[in-house]
């Protein structure tokens, strides 16, 4: 509008020239989409550094394994952490495939059949940012497999995280002195005052849980829509996985903050009990 504002009467309109709303929504999804997946790479990130600090400072730390509520073997709190952190290496891999995905230009299909006019779509790539350009100009309009890799990192780095979290927790109610949580992760009950449970950590994860819910359900959106262009269909898969990417992101801040600052091991204790059962250190 503003375009055709600043040109003669005769040329209105020709800025749309090739240009159709359809290609144009994908675009501007995916433009918007992989500005998310960069900030969720970028918090997946920072999480993997501050556990390789933190598995880094309890190589040492013993603590027994158990297999279905026996124990089974010995290890460290450092081994345990850079299980995860293994896991993650894996998890960044799918959220650069979710990124190569994403970031891909679908405009200049119109509403699938593009146009006879003699446009440059590869121009428009560039120019944009995009990495490439989805070639077929049906293919650009009505694909969903980018949302179902947006799924697949978003359960590929939130599952361990939350595995950890649920690990961590079960030591405290077994050994409530193992791990300690900061006054930020602890809530004092008035009616007993006496005890500080661990309500922020609660909290914190059923938050990951809510985004492995969220990524379910964009998986079974997108592949429950009819093979064809999408329109309304769209705005609701750009939400489920606008919504999904910043919860996501949030979460793995704040498992960032409770790993990094609001946690205390406690080695004492934790080497006690690797000394019982037959659970200590072998060769």
Same mark, same amino acid.
């Given at each position: 509008?503003?375009?055709?504002?600043?040109?003669?009467?005769?040329?209105?309109?020709?800025?749309?020239?090739?240009?159709?709303?359809?290609?144009?929504?994908?675009?501007?999804?995916?433009?918007?989409?992989?500005?998310?997946?960069?900030?969720?790479?970028?918090?997946?990130?920072?999480?993997?550094?501050?556990?390789?600090?933190?598995?880094?400072?309890?190589?040492?730390?013993?603590?027994?394994?158990?297999?279905?509520?026996?124990?089974?073997?010995?290890?460290?709190?450092?081994?345990?952490?850079?299980?995860?952190?293994?896991?993650?290496?894996?998890?960044?891999?799918?959220?650069?495939?979710?990124?190569?995905?994403? !970031?891909?230009?679908?405009?200049?299909?119109?509403?699938?059949?593009?146009?006879?006019?003699?446009?440059?779509r590869e121009r428009l790539t560039?120019?944009?940012?995009?990495?490439?350009?989805? /070639?077929?100009?049906?293919?650009?309009?009505?694909?969903?497999?980018?949302?179902?890799?947006?799924?697949?990192?978003?359960?590929?780095?939130?599952?361990?995280?939350?595995? &950890? &979290?649920?690990?961590?927790?079960?030591?405290?109610?077994? *050994?409530?002195?193992?791990?300690?949580f900061g006054a930020d992760w602890?809530?004092?009950?008035?009616?007993?005052?006496?005890?500080?449970?661990?309500?922020?950590?609660?909290?914190?994860? /059923?938050?990951?849980?809510?985004?492995?819910?969220?990524?379910?359900?964009?998986?079974?959106?997108?592949?429950?829509?009819?093979?064809?262009?999408?329109?309304? /269909?769209?705005?609701?898969?750009?939400?489920?996985?606008?919504?999904?990417?910043?919860?996501?992101?949030?979460?793995?801040?704040?498992? !960032?903050?409770?790993?990094? *600052?609001?946690?205390?091991?406690?080695?004492?204790?934790?080497?006690?009990?690797?000394?019982?059962?037959?659970?200590?250190?072998?060769?």
């Open positions: 509008e503003r375009m055709d504002a600043q040109l003669p009467a005769g040329l209105a309109g020709t800025g749309r020239v090739g240009r159709g709303t359809i290609d144009v929504a994908a675009g501007a999804a995916r433009v918007v989409l992989r500005e998310d997946v960069l900030r969720f790479c970028a918090a997946v990130e920072t999480l993997r550094t501050t556990l390789i600090e933190l598995a880094s400072a309890h190589i040492v730390s013993l603590l027994p394994v158990s297999i279905a509520g026996q124990v089974a073997q010995p290890t460290s709190f450092g081994h345990m952490i850079a299980a995860v952190v293994s896991q993650l290496t894996r998890a960044a891999a799918r959220i650069e495939n979710a990124y190569a995905e994403v !970031n891909r230009s679908p405009l200049g299909s119109g509403a699938l059949a593009s146009t006879g006019m003699p446009i440059d560039d120019l944009l940012g995009f990495d490439g350009l989805i /070639e077929n100009t049906f293919d650009a309009v009505s694909a969903t497999d980018h949302f179902g890799a947006i799924a697949d990192a978003l359960d590929a780095a939130i599952a361990p995280v939350d595995r &950890l &979290l649920g690990a961590i927790t079960d030591w405290v109610r077994a *050994e409530p002195d193992s791990f300690r602890t809530s004092l009950l008035s009616d007993l005052p006496q005890a500080r449970p661990a309500l922020g950590v609660g909290a914190l994860i /059923e938050s990951l849980r809510a985004v492995l819910v969220a990524s379910a359900s964009l998986r079974s959106a997108a592949g429950r829509i009819a093979f064809g262009p999408l329109t309304v /269909e769209l705005d609701r898969l750009l939400k489920l996985a606008d919504g999904a990417l910043d919860h996501g992101s949030a979460a793995i801040d704040r498992t !960032n903050a409770l790993l990094g *600052e609001g946690l205390e091991v406690n080695r004492a204790l934790l080497a006690k009990r690797a000394g019982k059962g037959f659970s200590t250190s072998s060769d």
